[in-house]
């Protein structure tokens, strides 16, 4: 009997060094009353602030991917649509249940890390234990517009937090759960869960 609980607990341990982690993101998606054609080509637009950021490059990578899986095609020279892409990482020190430490009301968190708008900062901040943990917050954005009459047709946006520092693998998720329905998306805003390996 002391073998088989032995086993069982081996088994649990190991299950839990792999699997899964979830993204819990919080999204909120937009679109009018315009068609928006499956296989519809577009281009990246940027913003002057986004012109020199380096990280500029790899979140329109990631959107790229994003967009190919609800069937919207990358063409620069025949695109009948401009996507304007953005993220923001916004690290902040947090009490070991992840709730921010640093808040004042309608304040915001110590430091941020923003990708495509070159903004940076930092502070130390003190928690329940030292050094206090890190946690943070991913926020992206996306406005498709229409060329030829410069109406913005979609426009979703999505929200997580975490303790995970892993760029390259927290946005793509969140572009994914993003584009969740389109090109119909529910009204309001609403839970999309993504699974990502660990």
Known sequence: MKRLLALFTLTLLLS????????????????????????GRYRFER???QADQPLTA??????QVALAQVGLVRNDSAARYSVLPGARVQPY????W???????????PYGQVVIGTGS???MVGWGMRFPPPTYYRYEISLLLRDLQSGQVVYETRATHNGPWADNANI???LFEAALKDFPHPPAGTRQVNIEIPR
């Open 98 to 108: 992840g709730d921010p430490w640093g808040r004042s009301p309608g304040g915001g």
């Open 58 to 63: 790899q979140v329109e990578a990631i959107t």
């Open 171 to 173: 946005l793509p998720a």
């Open 120 to 122: 940076a900062g930092s």
């Open 16 to 39: 839990g060094c792999g699997g899964m982690r979830l993204v819990d993101a919080q999204v909120q998606a937009t679109a009018t009353n315009a068609t928006i054609d499956k296989g």
């Open 47 to 49: 913003l002057p602030s």
């Open 93 to 96: 020190t947090a009490d070991y």
